[in-house]
């Protein structure tokens, strides 16, 4: 029998932070033993708790820390953290700390060092010289590099429950259609607004029926009055918005008619063959290809467009980054300063967006089908909104809700 | 070898019409051998074609000849219409002629007479005397009616594909949410406004879910401009709507800030009692019990409510008619004279009333789930329109889409 | 500031009861302060808190309180349940009690008295003379019925988290498709065979797909082999089997070869007025008609078959209630001793159901349909395991999970 | 008003070759006349159609032409197809041909040349020289390369409508969950017998869900007896696989009980860690670290696995093609000789599959999503099966239907 001590604090009963602990440790098939506990008196006060947890194997006990850590616990035997040195590219060390996309701490020589550029998934390199510590995905880290194993020294602060009703005071409700939505866009144009006054950068990731349904327009209209800083996209949105500048048409279909037009099969094959001719979207734009759309209004407006390509692009078109593990990183680089996530229709581009972003990031999935949008609030974040309605209508609601200026 | 004589008239190329009564031929195990045929030169003239058809017994031309009858062949040779006379009520005839929901002819004494109130799957009945025709249901049948048997001088109106987009030009489209819906919704108001120019009523099938989502203000307001005539629903929404005028919550979720409340769950149950009470919905508008929902809109407006029950039900609210037999013959009166259906987050009433209503009617079904969409517009008729959408936000843009008067 | 005392016993933390009841008193905007709390020190030993619960107004914590109980709470000072006399059939006491679907007990003269029958949403009828509590539906109440009133002396039996994994250990999880469904099917084999070890009922709620997808066989399989006490469906199951057994086809599709028949659009009316001419399901099964359907092994072994009518039913068939009140009556009469229940493929009748079982009945929710599968699984048991999977597949292979004896 | 003229051959009535061509050049809004027609008389007998097509503008002639042709149309007057240089790299000429998935003959000085390896929409490249013709991507295309142009001699082989049902007669059917799926799974393993009896390739496109559900082993027996000889995925299926391997996980849950383990989380980053450490999958499978899944079968078996990355992967694993430029030539090499394809619980993979495989090859898609089904059976090929059922318990029934040997 081998054992470790944890302590809890704030509010651990009422965020679940303490049940969830304890339920942990019993499906572990490990036990606890509450050394000490002080309970708040009231919902204001915080409580404390202070337990032993005991497991057959130094194995499950080092397995269960870190579940614990990333339930809201800490160690009570406090620890600067292990590094071992990464001896192949590429390759972490055997018991590598993987991260969760929650506020991170390690302790270095005595002293807590926050983890910069937190996502789920990824390694903790520390600089000891420069006192440093970030996160470094797998294929990223080099031959010397300082990465944190085990779990003594790493401090994770989970989230706590909200207590009052707030903009996004739906993350714990389960996604439904069956709920007011003027109530929940309301609540994405004010975090929008917020975001926008302190300068915080909004991120939209956008799959192509932005433009089949023809809100098209919409997004251009949001880019236009700033809501906009970064998209992330695939090949197939921008050669259906340079398609709709170009013919009219969205795969197509008439935008104007809704109806298929004959020859419009062809329609997005034509626009990227004209944009690869041409050699990129800004050489399309300024031969005046791309009309006023969500191409066009990004390029006179600086958005930040990182376009991912995959295996089912045609062409592609010129801009689009062929290589996931590149873009991936681009990616990566532009979530930085990003308080505002909206993922409009997109399943692939918003999976991979999600496993990049940290758990402060308040994030809207907007989707019309239910398992697109359980499967992307499901990944972990506290802070996700899942709206399943209609992105087109959704996003005309989210232009009159928002002020103009 | 037995074998019959059938006409095809019109555009029975790209109406489908000659490809489909083939196919139907040759899936059957029949043969056909091609008599006459004249086809149109171009596409504003139309075709004609006279055909054998040959199967090897009379129980397969006697299941095939009804079949081709609606795709929209006529017997080469006419025909009286057959009957037999019921002999146990609520029971057809062995080979009574099931009706589908095209407008239908019946041969009397060498004449040919309207079906009145033709619906799907019933029989019709002949009144020698007064020379007229009716559908009746199978369990309304009585002793000594008179009911169509055979396939011989009964005559329907095939549909034929539209030339041009018009409004429910989407029909033939397949069902989707990744097109643009604002053209749809304006397409619906346009039949909408269209129908009421002449006085044809619009009848609404709505869902519990139109009072979760907050539409039930966009209801009431389309009910004051006159756009309602008539609604089918269940105990669930008016249950819903008369809780939400007494508690402002749906199913116990508060509708200002879309939170449920801690007391909510009753408050369904308090709101039927109460009606229950009173005696009556107009018991408890008298009281003021209603607010300015859908059902006090609805009796301020003379809006024809049809509440058809159902097993799940709690109470029921006093108005809800239980046996399914009484309200689906309701149901039925009150389709007459009706010229657009939307069918709104509804299945079991939208389904129901699909099955009462002729081919000619504009139908509108509006799901965010597909499977609904696709369930209902599978229904044999040509002009339902499929919308997989939010139903919230598909009333509030078609309240802004229709003009105010 | 009004008050009331609470408390809570067992392993109220790791069952989610303490933050539960605490997370409760916030969002409703009352207060409480903790007069006493025992944590269990290690994972056997239960916990006890005593907490004072204060509110703005009488009428708030009225609503409270209840919401507690339905939590796991109870009244600090014991009490004599109050009740007042029903003075309107059908019509309930104002403050009447409204039940939850876990066991409750009432104080009667001072002693704890079981409800008998509970169900979700109905009100708790006291026999002084007699010392009994049932539940009693709204409309059946009568005129001088002692209803409960308030939430004085009621107790109710709140459902603990399961310790380890045992069947049905699924319940707390998220329903997907993207499980292993051969462990579920294992699990739900084993609780068929332990309830019919010592006699309890297995009810089955049946959709009519189970008749298109040919999983006909499979349900007749399982009730030659015991496995089917209780068959809860509608017009259309009943209708499809026999179209099945006259014909060989389902909704018209041929169950051999999958294909559409021409004439088989007609089949399930010509099989309905079939069995209307000959007056019953059991005269239809004399005369040989059935063949060895679902309906046919269920007249032969005993199987209790409650079919409940709805609006969209042709017919109906004999045999089908009509009145959606009596048949609801009739479903939870035989709804006494059931002990597994499996909802397969229905949505109406499957609702209906759940409204109606205690929560201590095993409840298999299966469904291809992941919102059907959430829309039941979410009503309020904690024994409701929802399957998204295959439901021909699925009967399939649980026929073979099953012993034959 | 300019004007060609078309020919039509064959069961173009019963086929709807007829009827769509002129469909089509109505919604075109160009003008028909029917210069001669030859009608077959009975159900065996071709029928004859040459039909003067007449438009506004040759450009709308131009757009129309090749649509028909894709309907079935053969230009009446016989000319070579016309040809033009490319002259910058990855860019075709303005007026490419660009390709259905039909088989496809191109016109080369008087004699008709098949079109090698066709896909849907790439260009087709004459070698003059070597009288060849073959189809070539846009990004592949090189300078001086002769592309084919407009659409004079060019001629594709329409698909007629079969005559019985068949393997695959499923394929005119709307998708549905509520169709007897046995039969349809008979009619994939008799497709798959008769592909292998004469050498043909099977291809799967293989989705994580496989490994999450424990289908693993399914696909592991199928590789074995024979019936896998490509398999496509991308990083997700390898990972889970060898996570499965390793730790008898998958994304973390065990695979025996369907329990989350605490420690699960990290498992599969542990097994792409591994992995890299060693450098490839097939040192991991030497290291006897792949146990007998999936890789480890295809491994043994000599199966090609194309593993394409995508923006979502972790790691990646070694063997994954990050570029997907890369990847998707490597998928198009892979699938000559491919007569059977099923695609099973994949999007990204089995779209970008969908768009380059021939339409003669057969195609199962295999999705308890119907959304997903959809799409995928929408491509426009007519070989398509899609299946909307679970693919766990699919997969455990095909592996039964099929023979041992």
């Known amino acids: 029998m081998v054992s470790a001590e944890i302590e809890l604090r704030g509010h651990i009963i009422d965020s679940f932070i303490l049940p969830r602990v304890w339920g942990a440790i019993e499906e572990a098939g490990a036990h606890f033993h ?12 915080p ?13 499950l006990l080092d397995d269960l820390i870190p579940e614990l850590q990333r339930l809201g616990a800490d160690l009570a035997e406090v620890q600067n953290a292990r590094t071992a040195l990464v001896t192949q590219p590429g390759v972490l060390p055997d018991d590598f700390y993987s991260t969760t996309n929650l506020p991170t701490e390690v302790r270095v020589q ?3 060092l926050p983890v910069a550029n937190i996502e789920m998934d990824v390694a903790i390199v520390i ?5 440093l510590a970030y996160t470094t995905p797998m294929h990223e880290v080099r031959i010397g590099d300082a990465v944190v194993v085990g779990y003594e020294g790493v401090r994770v602060e989970a989230q706590e429950r909200p207590r009052q009703r707030e903009a996004f005071g739906f993350m714990q409700s389960p996604v439904s259609s069956e709920r007011a939505k003027a109530l929940a866009i309301r609540d994405v144009a004010s975090a929008m607004v917020a975001a926008r006054q302190h300068g915080g950068k909004i991120l939209w990731v956008l799959g192509p029926a932005i433009v089949h349904t023809a809100a098209r327009g919409s997004v251009a209209e949001l880019i236009r009055r700033g809501y906009v800083q970064v998209i992330f996209g695939g090949n197939a949105i921008v050669a259906h918005d340079v398609e709709a500048a170009m013919f009219g048409t969205s795969l197509g279909v008439d935008l104007k008619t809704g109806e298929p037009v004959e020859h419009g099969h062809r329609n997005h094959l034509r626009a990227i063959n004209k944009v690869r001719s041409l050699g990129s979207l800004e050489a399309a734009h300024a031969a005046g290809l791309l009309g006023d759309g969500i191409v066009a209004a990004s390029l006179e407006h600086g958005v930040e467009l990182v376009l991912a390509g995959s295996i089912r ?13 590149v873009a991936q ?11 505002v996530a909206i993922m409009a229709a997109s399943m692939l581009h918003a999976i991979a967006t999600g496993n990049l972003l940290p758990a402060s990031v308040r994030t809207v999935v907007v989707d019309i089908n239910p398992a697109v949008v359980t ?13 399943v309605t209609d992105v087109e209508l959704f996003l005309s609601a989210l232009v009159d809700a928002l002020p103009t200026t």
């Open 34 to 45: 509450v050394r000490e506990m002080r309970i708040g008196q009231s919902e204001t006060e």
């Open 47 to 59: 409580s404390y708790a202070r337990i032993e947890v005991s497991a057959e194997s130094q194995r």
């Open 110 to 112: 005595g002293e807590w």
């Open 127 to 131: 600089d000891h010289s420069a006192k």
């Open 313 to 325: 692009d045609d062409g592609p078109m010129p801009g689009v980054i062929t290589d996931s593990v």
């Open 329 to 339: 990183g681009q990616m990566r680089e532009a979530t930085r300063g990003v308080e």
């Open 375 to 387: 499967k992307l609030a499901d990944r972990g974040s506290a802070q996700v909104m899942g709206l």
